[in-house]
């Protein structure tokens, strides 16, 4: 708009000066010319707001392109950029008011250059005046539309943001109640049973210290065993908080390798345990995963040991995109899935009777809660677990943790 307004105004003055050559009035058209121009370029220095100054030029302005069109009707086009100017900075009605009065001037002006009345010269300066305003009225509304849809999807994001702070605050906190929730329950089934029935066995033995010297004897030797046992115990709990290959540094790859080695040292020969890594984390694995993993092979090596008559093991650790795999299989006995079990549950140790008793391999539990316990860290984990094996091939444990959450962790048949 201001490029049209300069335009306008040197197109005037080039018609003007062409059309009259040498008149008395020609240096003031000139001047004025000047002055009109000097004045439309301190109009952005003096801000966009209706201050007194800011109005009061906007009068000399008008005031002197008025001179102009009285004494070259030819400068009447200039009204259009001065119809914007008169929106921008005045109030609605006051800027229609101006709208109308320059548009009269514009009218008066081409009446004056026509040798007759024209009705295109009276009807075409209110239909530009009009269309000016209404575009410039839009625009305006779009303008004040879209300031208000970017302040509403400000207080969205901010919503958003507090609503997912809340939420994460809120997880951290079931998180934090449910590892509460176990330890509790792993203290209260293994050290508190303990000492309750080391106090009731000493306190027995106290009343029978006397009386029965070799009675109270055996309280105390029980008490001993309970106490040797809850120390394991608590040494095992304590192990399984913060796993001491991991603590050592070096990340789960060099625990791997460090389990497969110890393992392969105390079988003194019987089992060889060998450690393969495929590819590379493109970010550290999480400590929870990093833990779970590592506990998974040490249970299905301690299966394998004790259990499975192998003679060679492997773990294999295979990093892709999503997720992360590892691998236990062994070359011992193998076993067979009861009739109608789920091949990735029909072990022994999982509560099976199907040639469970005679073989047992990397699937096979400890004590019974072997299975059990992988299972549950790997549901835990939103991971899928799966077990392959048939008599007399081996066994191969495999269990697939994803990197990120899932809702409907399974446990896939082999």
């Known amino acids: 708009m201001h490029a049209a307004f300069f335009l306008l105004l040197g197109a005037s003055l080039a018609r003007f000066l062409m059309r009259h050559p040498g008149e008395a009035r020609t240096p003031w058209i000139i001047a004025l010319s000047i002055t009109l121009a000097v004045l439309y370029l301190l109009g ?173 004897r055996r309280h105390v030797r029980t008490a001993t065993g309970i106490a040797e046992r809850n120390l394991a115990e608590a040494r095992r709990f304590v192990h399984d908080l913060a796993p001491a290959d991991l603590a050592e540094g070096g990340g789960l790859e060099a625990a791997l390798h460090a389990l497969a080695a110890r393992e392969s040292a105390q079988a003194q020969g019987t089992l060889t345990v060998r450690c393969h890594v495929e590819g590379a984390p493109h970010a550290p694995l999480p400590d929870r995963v990093q833990s779970a993993l590592l506990r998974i092979a040490q249970g299905a090596l301690a299966n394998v040991r004790e259990h499975a008559g192998a003679t060679a093991a492997g773990l294999t650790l295979t990093h892709l995109d999503d997720r992360v795999v590892l691998d236990i299989g062994d070359n011992g006995r193998g076993f067979t899935p009861e009739p109608g079990a789920p091949r990735a549950t029909g072990t022994g140790g999982a509560g099976s009777t199907g040639g469970a008793g005679s073989t047992g ?12 316990a992988i299972r549950a860290r790997v549901r835990q984990l939103g991971g899928t677990l799966t077990i392959e094996s048939a008599p007399g091939e081996g066994t191969v444990l495999s269990a697939e943790i994803p990197l990120t959450p899932t809702e409907n962790p399974t446990e896939a048949p082999a």
Request: with cysteine; net charge positive.
């Open 361 to 372: 391999s990397a699937a096979s539990t400890v004590r019974g809660h072997g299975l059990p």
């Open 44 to 216: 952005p220095v003096l801000g966009s707001r209706p201050t007194p100054r800011r109005l009061t030029w906007l009068g000399v302005l008008v005031a002197v392109w008025m001179v102009l069109v009285v004494l070259a009707p030819s400068f009447a086009w200039c009204a259009v950029p001065l119809f914007y100017t008169g929106l921008r900075i005045l109030p609605p009605r006051a800027a229609l008011a101006l709208v109308a009065l320059l548009t009269a001037f514009v009218v008066a002006a081409q009446l004056r250059l026509a040798t007759g009345f024209d009705p295109n010269l009276v009807l075409a300066p209110p239909a530009v005046a009009a269309v000016a305003t209404a575009v410039f009225v839009h625009m305006q509304r779009q303008a004040v539309r879209q300031r208000e849809l970017a302040a509403r999807q400000r207080e969205l994001i901010d919503d958003l943001l507090r609503t997912r702070r809340e939420l994460a605050a809120t997880e951290r906190r079931e998180g934090t109640l449910a590892e509460r929730q176990r330890l509790s329950m792993e203290i209260h089934d293994t050290l508190a049973q303990g000492l309750s029935s080391q106090q009731m066995l000493l306190q027995a033995a106290d009343r029978t210290w006397t009386a029965d010297p070799d009675a109270a």
